[in-house]
């Protein structure tokens, strides 16, 4: 694939590097969700994985529930490099990515569950083809060869979030759910280590010993694990029926690591030639020269080691739409890695002819870049890794240009660049000497262009160090209004790097000929940051660890002149091509569907005409004088009420009496001896009311129990019993209902 839109690009900074991919998310946690396209965090699937997308969607979940899942990934891509066209093909392994959740409901509102994820991770390897195979005794060819292994062919991250989560309905309306997640983190880093860099002795580089650029000597591996906190909230608001509001933020976490470092010497079967600088006789092999630097003790022996890295945090937003009984429509938005705190603000202008231009530049190059930043002010993304405290100048001496950027405490406040470096050197030295730019190159980069002693220079070579620190004088006089208002006091040091910068002595000119402290750039200062430089010049990739920076959550600025008519648009037609047979498979799965759709209709529709036509014949059957009618279940429901009401109406009771069988039951079961008055008697539904009148209280009493006798009338009662001043006994009421009792069938 073509490198593209995931890295930031200085303006006018110069060829394109190898940046480092800033991507290690992973959002592939449950085979449910998937199939959403990952849209939860209204509407979690109910499999669990609500542990991760949604803590809230575990409130009212029922049951016990257990799902796990492994997704296997297969990375692919490519690196060209811009200069030569040569294209490396990725060489990643399939990587398992697990999940696992278990939950389980102890109300109908409160339910906890605990769950297996990984958020972040996965592994880049671009092989593992040194320049030298010492197997074999033979130099590799170039397309085997990867030119960025030297800082780094193998990274490896795994971060498994193991998490405790509850859910809680609090009303049918919201949901809230809390999830605390322990985190265990493990980083494995490789790269090479190039010869050509290294110094067997002061002012002496393996380069101007004749070893080629890009020779392999050692093998770096850091291998470090650690673990931390991270706190997952979500809630989910049920607005009416149809729509619901949910969402959920997943905290930070830095995990400081703690493992080994170890370099593992490569064989090269180079030797020294004869007079070297090194006193040695010629023959010597160079692989016994540097074997001391892995024994104990030595610059490149075994060590413990440190880093830190952060894993973003991660906020979503979804809403769900339950449009008809059938389809919902799911839509989220998330972010991860959020912006905070930036207070600066740093104005930058670039012509539109430069925005212009160098766009075309990048696309020859079949370069596509997302962000062009100001080239100046990114340089303050160094102050992440190496101590830059205070007012400082960074000054990045390139070959054709210079620019430097002016920072306190590691925010940028101005930069400015001047068309005068490294090439106006060597054109300098080449009229001192006489010699062509060719070879006056090769002196400048191995001999430098200062003398052994004090600041001994040939006129025109003098002349353009000089035109140098005049421009940095310059450059300072110009940024004089910012530097009075700043905090941090005025400038105390000048920084340098860049190719130029390598220049022996380079920085004691210029800290002389402009009166202020001039050092090259140091060490990193963070343990992450030797990590990421171990085996390369940082005063060299210093501008390129530095745009690699402004594309993480680290960068300090956030320019972009891709604006306006340079805005990024994506442009279909360059995946027309890539597209065409999913889009082919897509078309087909939709004609499927439509048929699919089209026949389920008309196989409905048939089932129901054979259903209507059943209808209209049980209703002939049970109603033969009349004649059907259009709509025969209404007509079959209104038959059925009209003859549940004339049944009630001409009594049809309980053990399918009528009310000729319950005057004849009643009759039966009164005693002849007992003396008793019927005054009153009334059928309402399954009620039957009496007026009694009897002689005494004992009469009334065996009267309920005569009664209760008969199954139907066990529900006999007494009641409203008075005397009957006219008659002289007593009147009562006896209620028997007809209904079955509770509980009974």
């Not at 093909?89 to 769950?115: C, E, M, Q």
């Not at 930036?342 to 370069?367: G, K």
């Not at 001496?397 to 068309?419: E, Q, S, V, W, Y």
Request: with cysteine; hydrophobic share 40%.
């Amino acid at each position: 694939m073509r490198r593209s839109a995931w890295y930031a690009v200085g303006l006018l900074l110069g060829v394109p590097v190898l940046l480092p991919g800033q991507g290690f998310g992973v959002y592939e946690h449950g085979t449910c969700t998937m199939g959403r396209a990952g849209t939860a965090a209204a509407s979690p699937c109910a499999d669990g994985s609500a542990i991760f997308f949604n803590p809230a969607g575990l409130g009212g979940l029922s049951g016990t529930r257990i799902s796990a899942g492994v997704t296997m990934i297969a990375a692919g891509g490519s690196f060209t490099d811009d200069a030569t066209g040569q294209k490396w093909d990725l060489d990643n392994p399939v990587i398992p990515v697990p999940n696992l959740y278990i939950t389980r409901a102890f109300s109908p509102k409160f339910t906890a569950g605990i769950g297996v994820f990984v958020p972040y991770g996965l592994e880049t390897r671009w092989g593992d083809a040194a320049a030298y195979d010492s197997v074999s005794g033979t130099f590799n060819t170039p397309d085997e060869v990867f030119p960025g292994r030297f800082l780094g062919w193998n990274s490896k991250l795994q971060s498994i979030y193991i998490q405790p989560t509850i859910g809680f309905q609090v009303s049918p309306r919201l949901q809230v759910g809390l999830g605390v997640a322990y985190v265990i983190s493990k980083v494995d880093l490789k790269q090479r280590v190039d010869l050509s860099e290294q110094s067997p002795q002061a002012g002496v580089t393996f380069a101007q010993l004749g070893v080629p650029t890009g020779t392999d000597f050692a093998q770096a591996h850091l291998e470090a694990d650690g673990s931390s906190i991270a706190v997952n909230v979500g809630a989910i608001w049920q607005v009416n029926d149809r729509v619901a509001i949910g969402g959920h933020y997943m905290s930070r976490s830095t995990i400081d690591y703690s493992g080994t470092a170890t370099f593992d010497q490569i064989q090269t079967g180079l030797t020294l030639a004869p007079s070297n600088p090194l006193g040695l006789p010629g023959g010597t092999p160079v692989d016994a020269l540097v074997a001391p630097q892995f024994a104990a003790g030595g610059p490149l022996s075994n060590t413990d080691a440190t880093t830190s890295i952060t894993m973003p945090d991660q906020f979503s937003l979804g809403v769900a739409f339950q449009a008809t009984e059938r389809w919902k429509v799911l839509v989220d938005w998330q972010m991860v890695g959020g912006d905070r705190n930036r207070s600066e603000v740093v104005a930058a202008v670039a012509t539109r002819y430069d925005v212009s231009e160098l766009l075309a530049t990048l696309r020859d190059a079949q370069t596509e870049p997302r962000t062009i930043e100001a080239e100046g002010l990114v340089l303050c993304h160094l102050s992440n890794l190496f101590d830059l405290s205070g007012t400082r100048l960074l000054v990045d001496l390139g070959h054709r240009k210079t620019t430097c950027c002016l920072i306190a405490d590691g925010n940028p406040i101005a930069a400015r660049t001047f068309p005068v470096a490294g090439a106006a050197l060597t054109e300098a030295l080449a009229r001192d000497r006489a010699l062509g730019l060719a070879d006056a190159e090769r002196a400048k980069c191995e001999h430098g262009v200062l003398g052994a002693r004090g600041f001994e220079a040939p006129p025109a070579t003098r002349a353009a160090l000089d035109r140098i620190a005049r421009e940095i004088i310059r450059t300072l006089g110009a940024f004089e209004p910012q530097i009075v208002k700043l905090e941090s006091g005025p400038v105390r040091e000048i920084t340098l790097f860049g190719g130029t910068a390598q220049l022996a002595r380079i920085d004691e000119y210029l800290a002389a000929a402009i009166g202020v402290s001039t050092r090259k750039l140091g060490g990193p200062l963070q343990d992450h940051g030797k990590a990421l430089t171990v085996g390369t010049d940082a005063v060299v990739f210093a501008p390129a660890i530095a745009l690699a920076m402004r594309g993480t959550a680290q960068a300090k600025t956030r320019m972009d002149f891709r604006q306006g008519e340079f805005a990024v648009r994506l442009d279909l037609g360059r995946y027309r091509r890539d597209l065409a047979w999913p889009l082919g498979l897509a078309a087909c799965a939709l004609v499927l569907g439509l048929v699919n759709i089209g026949t389920s209709t008309g196989l409905e529709r048939h089932r129901a005409r054979q259903m209507e036509t059943k209808i209209e014949q049980l209703y002939t059957e049970a109603f033969p004088g009349q004649a059907p009618t259009s709509n025969p279940i209404a007509s079959l429901r209104q038959e059925i009420a009209s003859a549940t009401s004339r049944a009630e109406f001409l009594g049809v009771y309980r053990g399918n009496l009528s009310a000729l069988d319950l005057l004849t039951e009643i009759s039966k079961l009164v005693p002849k001896d007992l003396d008793v008055v019927l005054d009153e008697l009334s059928i309402d539904r399954q009620i039957i009311r009496m007026r009694v009148y009897a002689t005494s209280f004992e009469s009334a009493d065996r009267l309920g129990a005569e009664l209760a006798k008969f199954p139907p009338f066990a529900q006999a009662r007494i009641g409203s019993i008075e005397s009957d001043p006219q008659r002289g006994g007593k009147r009562f009421d006896v209620t028997i209902s007809l209904a079955p009792p509770e509980g009974s069938e």
